[in-house]
């Protein structure tokens, strides 16, 4: 811990040369552009692969970058995003090689996170034709992290927070990204709201919030 406190000060040493009211203008509040759902792996600082500066992107980071609708923490997290910070954009973000996405591509037992892989499993299912024509294992658990990717961002579209942001002029955008520990660069894969509107009479609500018996 005396590394993180040297390095601290060696930090705000640095930025109060650069910009002496630095840390004052971050006090006063922030306006991120971007929410960022991405991954907890260690190995992607998303401040420097995005090149954003504190209070640029607001971020919220679970294990294989999940939308899991019973995670209230998401769900705050997400909600404070969009209707209170109004951010612009939201990314998904997941990465080749992720240890949960290969976790769950196992038939092994981990614990109490098997109850969370369990939502990966369920891309496994609904994709697994395709998956299982891919014969290269490494290509397959790649195709697997897209997958995943994609499901999420259909996963941000049921949610009522989106919905009812789309009612309005200017709902964020959803992104759908994955990153390449091996090459350090940042691929969009093109996942765009009107890919999920065919599904939208079975997760679409409208109207009042209605109390039920």
């Known amino acids: 811990m005396e590394q993180i406190f040297e390095n601290n000060k060696k930090w705000v040493a640095t930025k ?6 630095f840390f004052l203008k971050l ?3 922030q306006k991120p552009r971007y929410l960022y759902i991405g991954c ?3 190995r992607i600082p998303i401040n420097e692969v995005t090149g954003t500066g504190p209070g640029e992107i607001f971020v919220h980071r679970n294990i294989a970058n999940m939308v899991v609708h019973t995670d209230m923490n998401l769900l705050s997290v997400l909600q404070y995003a969009v209707e209170v910070l109004k951010v612009k954009d939201i990314i998904v973000c997941g990465h080749y090689g992720c240890g949960g996405v290969a976790a769950a591509a196992t038939n092994k037992q981990f614990g109490l996170i098997d109850n969370w892989l ?8 609904l994709h697994e034709q395709e998956l299982m024509s891919i014969a290269d294992e490494e290509q397959r658990q790649r195709r697997l992290v897209e997958l995943n990717i994609i499901e999420q961002v259909h996963n941000l579209s049921k949610t009522s927070i989106i919905q009812n942001a789309q009612l309005g002029d200017n709902p964020p955008r959803l992104w759908g990204l994955v990153y390449d520990i091996k090459e350090g660069l940042l691929r969009d894969l093109k996942v765009r709201d009107g890919e999920f509107k065919q599904f939208e009479h079975i997760y679409c609500v409208t109207g009042e919030v209605t109390a039920t018996t």
């Open 16 to 21: 109060l040369a650069e910009d002496s009211e």
């Open 27 to 29: 006090a006063n509040g």
């Open 40 to 42: 907890s792996d260690s």
């Open 118 to 125: 369990r939502n990966i499993k369920d891309v496994i299912r």
